[in-house]
């Protein structure tokens, strides 16, 4: 399987500017690179511990994947908890300080925790899927398209390589989830996972741990949509118009720092796009029996975007990180780290030719 992903990845335009000859052109002489495609080499570059397109690859970006979003979801439980309970009893808890001191005062400080042990296994798999599956998908479509229409459309891949990806993701984390909102929002249901999660399978057996899943859906991959486009788009545009020097000339520490803006801005558009279905799905697992319909008319529409800016604080914050941890994993384990993608040679010559470039 992952042969054939490396077969892909080496007419990739994602993978490098470096370039590579091709398959069926005449040798270089003296070994040297063909200069007319714009290809990742077919094996590991100088100082990568491993081939762009290989499985271990992609398990090392899985690995990054579980260690993003394990670590920065459950590193936020306290402000995940008190925005759930917003959007499900916003009468008493108003908004996101007083939130937190009301939870503070009447259950203590160990309840600013309560959900933790959830959101860490249920967050860790979907980042497992998310980051994993999203090389594997943008490799893969990219190879469908061509590198010259991967090039031009490649907003559009990164909206359907992330769409594919959170998918499969979310039925890694609805069961999590589910058991999770119910700890933070419902007093007395269950203060621990291992007293959660059997609760609802003995009550509702799989319906009510994936009961979640369509409007996390909903939620999820509008949201992962655009954390990976904006992402992927904004390093571009800051490489381009923002960064004095080329990225190819910046250390580690500077591309991380691009890496972590970019991901903020990405954050904050996810945040906007995303909230109403976050309303739901907390309103869905808190109110046993409803539907995703039922809840979102109990909410109205001001119900739909309560807690906005609570959430927009949050995952701003959490998506920079979780892009930084990400990018800090390829560093550590050396893997290869495209830069933003380059116009093919051959798509150069033919707008040049059309006088359109």
């Known amino acids: 399987m992952f ?26 002489k003296d070994g040297a690179l ?71 005062r009447e259950e203590g400080a160990r309840a600013l925790a309560k959900g933790w042990a959830p959101t860490f296994i249920g967050y860790s798999l979907q980042g497992l899927g998310k980051f994993g599956f999203y090389e594997i998908f943008k490799v893969f479509y990219g190879g ?37 909102v119910r700890i933070q929002t419902m007093p007395g249901f269950a203060n621990t996972l291992r007293e959660g999660f059997p609760k609802i399978y003995n009550a509702e057996g799989f319906n009510g741990l ?18 990976f486009a904006c992402f992927e788009r904004t390093v571009e545009a800051l490489y381009k118009h923002v960064v004095p020097k080329p990225r190819a000339d910046c250390n580690k520490a500077e591309q991380l720092v691009v890496t972590f803006v970019a991901g ?35 909410l109205g529409m001001k ?7 609570a959430r927009i604080i949050m995952i701003g914050t959490l998506t920079a990180l979780q892009w930084f ?9 050396r893997l290869p780290r495209p830069p933003p993608p380059e116009m093919p040679e051959s798509l150069r010559k033919k707008l040049e030719a059309a006088g359109k470039l």
């Open 144 to 180: 469908l398209l061509g590198e010259e229409y991967s090039y031009t459309y490649r907003t559009s891949l990164y909206l359907a390589a992330s769409a594919s990806a959170e998918f499969f993701a979310d039925i890694l984390l609805a069961p999590w989830e589910a058991t999770k």
């Open 3 to 28: 042969s054939s992903f490396r077969d892909v990845a080496k007419c990739n335009p994602f993978f490098s500017p470096f370039q590579a000859q091709c398959e069926g052109r005449a040798p270089a």
């Open 303 to 309: 119900g739909l975007w309560r807690g906005l800016g």
């Open 210 to 227: 994936y009961k979640g899943l369509p409007p996390l859906w909903m939620r999820q991959i509008p949201y992962t949509m655009m954390k």
């Open 325 to 333: 941890i990400y990018d800090s994993v390829k560093v550590v384990f």
């Open 34 to 104: 063909v200069p007319t495609r714009n290809l990742g080499a077919a094996a590991a570059a100088e100082g990568d511990s491993c081939e762009f397109g290989s499985a271990k690859y992609y398990a090392l970006c899985g690995f990054g994947g579980i260690l993003s979003c394990g670590l920065t979801h459950t590193a936020i439980v306290p402000l995940d908890l008190v925005k759930c309970r917003i959007q499900v009893d916003p009468g008493k808890y108003k908004n996101l300080v007083y939130g937190l001191r009301l939870t503070f």
């Open 264 to 298: 903020y801005i990405a954050g904050v558009f996810c945040a906007i796009v995303s909230h109403p279905a976050d309303s739901v799905v907390s309103k869905l697992n808190n109110d046993k029996g409803s539907t995703a319909i039922e809840a979102a008319k109990a």
